[in-house]
């Protein structure tokens, strides 16, 4: 079974801090991506990655940067953290991009204060 | 807006009844996707349906796509306390984006 690890289940953060998010997977997948949640706005893309030192931009870039430096590994990275990024983050992954279901991580629900 | 679009937002049935939850969206897809999420949980995959499928099933699950429609249907038959959650659809296009709608919360009440 694939396993999506994120590093943190809760984390708090002060305004203007850098925060790093991690996700590991162990299926060797090329694909990663980087999702945020909000209530009645659903899951809106960040980044994501086709393959090593690679990134892309999804619907909601601002604010937000990727690394990839390994293929099991996909950080997200929040520069300067703003209360308005206060959000649950879900690492997914999948081997073909446009056949293969997602498998997610259990998220990272982040409070920036 | 969101690509796929979940319909009704909220659902609440008793136990062993059928829920149907619906999702419409906009574009040419490679496939839709149904998953469930537990409260302050990841994203579970149920059923991928692929653009040139009609039906598919998996268990208690019946998944149909219409894409004259651009809709599809997740029916969850004899219904268990331990299937509520929320239901989301996500659209696939060749590109590989996977766009996700704002997801139906099913209760079944014991």
């Known amino acids: 079974d694939v396993k999506v690890t994120q590093s943190s289940r809760y984390l708090v953060k002060r305004t203007g801090e850098k925060v790093f998010l991690e996700c590991v997977q162990d299926?060797?997948?090329?694909?990663m991506f980087w999702y945020r949640q909000d209530p009645g706005l659903g899951l809106r893309l960040i980044y994501f990655?086709?393959?090593?030192?690679?990134?892309e931009k999804g619907d909601i870039p601002e604010g937000y940067s990727v690394s990839r430096e390994k293929k099991e590994r996909f950080s997200l990275i929040l520069e300067s953290a703003s209360t308005n990024q206060t959000s649950m983050y879900l690492c997914?992954?999948?081997?073909?991009?446009?056949?293969?279901?997602?498998?997610f991580g259990n998220g990272t629900r982040l409070t920036v204060t | 807006s969101q690509q796929g679009e979940e319909d009704p937002q909220a659902l609440s049935i008793q136990e062993g009844e059928n829920a149907t939850m619906n999702c419409s969206y906009k574009?040419?897809?490679?496939?839709l996707q149904w998953y469930r999420q537990n409260s302050g949980r990841g994203l579970v995959h149920l059923i991928l349906i692929r653009s040139n499928e009609r039906e598919k099933h998996s268990g208690r699950l019946r998944v149909t796509l219409d894409t004259s429609k651009k809709s599809s249907s997740l029916l969850i038959t004899a219904s268990r306390a331990a299937d509520t959650a929320s239901y989301f659809c996500?659209?696939?296009?060749?590109?590989?984006?996977?766009?996700f709608g704002d997801g139906t919360t099913l209760t079944v009440k014991p």
């Open positions: 996500a659209t696939a296009t060749n590109a590989g984006k996977s766009t």
């Open positions: 997914a992954s999948n081997q073909d991009r446009s056949r293969s279901p997602l498998h």
């Open positions: 299926m060797d997948h090329e694909n």
């Open positions: 574009t040419s897809i490679n496939n």
């Open positions: 990655s086709y393959d090593v030192k690679m990134k």
